[in-house]
């Protein structure tokens, strides 16, 4: 069955990095586009970014726009969310999804002082 399982999130201050990695299986990972989404307290469920299935063409949220990179090995069936210059409304869980894919658990990002 389909799953995507995240991991590489943590505590981190202003301005610092982190790299999310998400490992997927249960699909043709190839053929898919994937997409990282986040949600923090009270807010809605956000899309932050998007990959295609070779991994050409990428879309970013207005929000982080030049401080992330999404990426993905379609060897390892692996994607990662490279997070840069990293601020506290970037707090949240986050999230790696296939499209119409089903939600996981998620990992906890929490930028900090």
């Known amino acids: 069955q389909v799953q995507t399982v995240e991991s590489g999130g943590g505590l981190v201050q202003p301005g610092g990095s982190l790299r999310l990695s998400c490992a997927a299986s249960?699909?043709?990972?190839?053929?898919?586009?994937m997409k990282w989404h986040r949600q923090a307290p009270g807010k809605e469920r956000e899309e932050v970014a998007s990959?295609?299935?070779?991994?050409?063409?990428?879309v970013y949220a207005d929000s982080v726009k030049g401080r992330f990179t999404i990426s993905r090995d379609n060897f390892k069936n692996m994607v990662y969310l490279q997070m840069t210059d990293l601020k506290p409304e970037d707090s949240a869980v986050y999230y790696c999804?296939?499209?119409?894919?089903?939600w996981g658990q998620g990992t906890q990002v929490t930028v900090s002082s």
């Open positions: 249960g699909f043709t990972f190839s053929r898919y586009v």
């Open positions: 999804r296939v499209i119409s894919g089903p």
């Open positions: 990959i295609s299935g070779d991994g050409s063409d990428t």
